[in-house]
Nanobody
């Protein structure tokens, strides 16, 4: 019903920046919340940031607040994650997710659709 495709990952030195994109297709109007999660090897997938589709509210994990910015462009059906001041501990596969409804934006179970992920590697 909804397809999500992430892009923009890559290799960057500590202190550098990357911008991830999540292109949505399908029944995108049904998604109330768009979120970013990340998963490092052998670790649980963790919440990074979320935005209501109207862009009225944004949410961030404490570990990224002040460094990452989530935004959306409804006309392009795209959500972005601008990542600045990257640290080696930010290294992970980053996943875009969409929720039809719900307010628990940091709960994986709130999300109905997931992208394939894009690798972000930050070297020290």
């Amino acid at each position: 019903q909804v397809q999500l495709v992430e892009s923009g990952g890559g290799l960057v030195q500590a202190g550098g920046s990357l911008r991830l994109s999540c292109a949505a297709s399908g029944r995108t109007l049904s998604s109330a919340i768009m979120g970013w999660f990340r998963q490092a090897p052998e670790k649980e997938r963790e919440f990074v940031a979320a935005i209501t589709w109207g862009g009225l509210s944004t949410y961030y994990a404490a570990s990224v607040k002040g460094r990452f910015t989530i935004s959306s462009d409804n006309a392009k059906n795209t959500v972005y994650l601008q990542m600045n001041s990257l640290k080696p501990e930010d290294t992970a596969i980053y996943y875009c997710a969409a929720a039809n409804r719900g307010t628990r934006v940091d709960w994986k179970s709130e999300y109905d659709y997931w992208g394939q992920g894009t690798q972000v590697t930050v070297s020290s």
